[in-house]
């Protein structure tokens, strides 16, 4: 499909939103902002499908276990059941506290001018780090929109500092702690499984007991992410459920505990039972983790949609509560059309821009096989429990990358330990090269057969050398990637809040 067509495609279906927007404005004098602000809002859902939904897929694209095509439907059904589903009926209208609703003076006019300059500047930001291939947190992109907004409109004093301070120490707390996981998780794989003289039944043991962590992790994971909009329609329905306005650390680790326990029953014969053919190399052991991880696409999926729709639909949701009651609220209800806007959105610009991002995750950072993606999913869902318990800002995107660099520099250091092998092998490369360049100058023209065959010998030993040496030169994570993307996170909120702010005077001033 060529980006012309692409283009169409997106702009039909911002046109479809713009269209139902305006049929259901209430407020005639503020009824174009409704339809802008909608279109906004379809722009900034599209967006973060291309770009967000690649750290659900990605690593299992390229690890081989999900073709590019199956990715994008699987990630579209779950990301949109997630957020129809699990999406909540709620949302709070200054996303994650950061500025005073009360700093707009109780004029709903500059709150929608602001949530709609912070809607846009996310999504400019957005499309700009996905044609330059860098993930970025679509969450601090909505953050530093709504800062730059927020700034324009009541001025710096408005700000919580302290939230923002929490959002920039996930810069680093993010990447660092589903990198450190990831790690451990592919250096358990390693050393209990491919350092085993006996793989087979290394794998019996322990593949069973790693996918029952990875199901404990991921009902866990969904449990609080994904189930916390709903869970009072849950209690009331369930009454030995807690009955509790979001389910508890306890309850979610429960959950997780009897689904890892369950799962290990049902995997363990299934794995003696696939093991019983295989000779027990690498490619047969990452065989074993396939279905975890298109599971585990699935379930990341669905949570990122249910928990992450906001950022499209929060903003939006606000703008229609303001101009519906002419009044600043710190809570907002979402619409069904508004949810579906998100839903959707988030499917189409998968399908439509998600390849791009997707190749990045999956393959342009560091070679990934199914054991090494299996230990990223794994670190996804552990890194988000681990910081909800703990209160510590997280963004889903630098986790996932993160954990990406952390399999990848994890590589890199076992491989150093192999460093004098490798070096001594390269020295008697070396030889045989030199002596084969001696044995091919004393060679005389009066056996034209034997140089020839000298010549092509001298040839292939040069290139295998050039080889080795390559090999000794190589990092296994390509470090140009990671300057770029770092780099990219560091000015996402800074680079959204400029943008929201100039957008927000634009605004105002076609208004005014």
């Not at 199956?70 to 990301?79: K, P, R, T």
């Not at 998780?185 to 085993?196: A, E, G, R, T």
């Amino acid at each position: 499909m060529n980006n012309s067509v692409k283009i169409v495609l997106g702009a039909v279906f911002a046109a479809a939103v713009a269209w139902y927007a305006g049929s259901i404005a209430t407020q005639e004098s503020h009824g174009g902002f409704l339809v802008l602000a909608a279109l906004f809002g379809a722009y900034m859902a599209m967006n973060i499908g291309a770009n967000d939904v690649a750290n659900n897929v990605g690593p299992a694209v390229g690890a081989g276990a999900l073709s590019i095509g199956g990715a994008i439907v699987i990630a579209s059904i779950f990301e949109a059941g997630g957020a129809l589903i699990a999406g909540g009926d709620v949302v709070g209208t200054i996303k994650k506290g950061i500025i005073d609703p009360a700093a707009f003076g109780g004029d709903p006019m500059l709150f929608v001018y602001g949530m709609s300059a912070a809607l846009l500047a996310a999504a400019l930001w957005l499309n700009l780090a996905t044609w330059l291939k860098a993930p970025v947190s679509t969450t601090h992109s909505i953050v530093g929109g709504v800062l730059g907004g927020g700034i324009a409109a009541g001025g710096v004093a408005i700000v919580s500092w302290g939230t923002m301070g929490k959002i920039a120490a996930s810069w680093v707390i993010s990447p660092v702690l589903g990198g450190v996981i990831a790690a451990v998780f592919l250096y358990i794989i390693k050393s209990q499984i491919l350092y085993k003289e006996d793989r087979i039944d290394a794998a019996k043991k322990v593949v069973p007991i790693l996918v029952a962590v990875m199901a404990a992790a991921f009902l866990t994971y969904l449990t609080l992410k994904g189930l916390k909009h709903i869970w009072k329609d849950l209690a009331d329905l369930f009454s030995f459920l807690p009955q509790t306005k979001k389910p508890t650390f306890g309850i979610a680790l429960l959950f997780g505990a009897i689904g890892g326990i369950a799962t290990f029953f049902v995997v363990k014969p299934k794995v003696v039972r696939k093991v019983g053919g295989m000779e027990g190399s690498r490619t047969d052991i990452n065989l074993l983790f396939t279905i975890p991880l298109i599971f585990a696409a699935a379930l990341l999926s669905f949570a990122h949609g249910a928990n992450d729709v906001a950022n499209a639909v929060g903003p939006l949701a606000a703008v229609n509560d303001a101009l519906t009651h002419l009044a600043v609220s710190k809570k907002a209800a979402i619409p069904l059309w508004v949810m579906v806007v998100g839903g959707v959105g988030i499917s189409v610009g998968l399908a439509l821009y998600g390849p791009r991002l997707i190749r990045t995750v999956g393959s342009e950072i560091t070679e990934l096989d199914q054991m090494r993606a299996f230990s990223i999913m794994m670190a996804a869902a552990i890194t988000v429990v681990i910081a909800s318990q703990l209160g510590l800002p997280v963004s889903s995107t630098h986790i996932a990358v993160g954990a990406v660099f952390g399999v990848g520099f994890l590589r890199e250091w076992l491989d150093s330990k192999n460093m004098p092998q490798k070096q001594e092998r390269l020295r008697e490369e070396a030889d045989k090269l030199e002596a084969l360049k001696a044995e091919l100058d004393a060679c005389t023209n009066e056996d034209p057969a034997k140089k020839l065959r000298l010549i092509e010998a001298h040839k292939a030993q040069k290139k295998a050398v050039k080889h080795l040496k390559k090999r000794l030169k190589e990092n296994y994570v390509k470090r140009d990637m990671v300057k770029k993307i770092v780099a990219a996170w560091i000015i996402t909120v800074p680079a959204a809040a400029v943008l929201s702010a100039l957008i927000f005077y634009v605004l105002k001033g076609i208004a005014g």
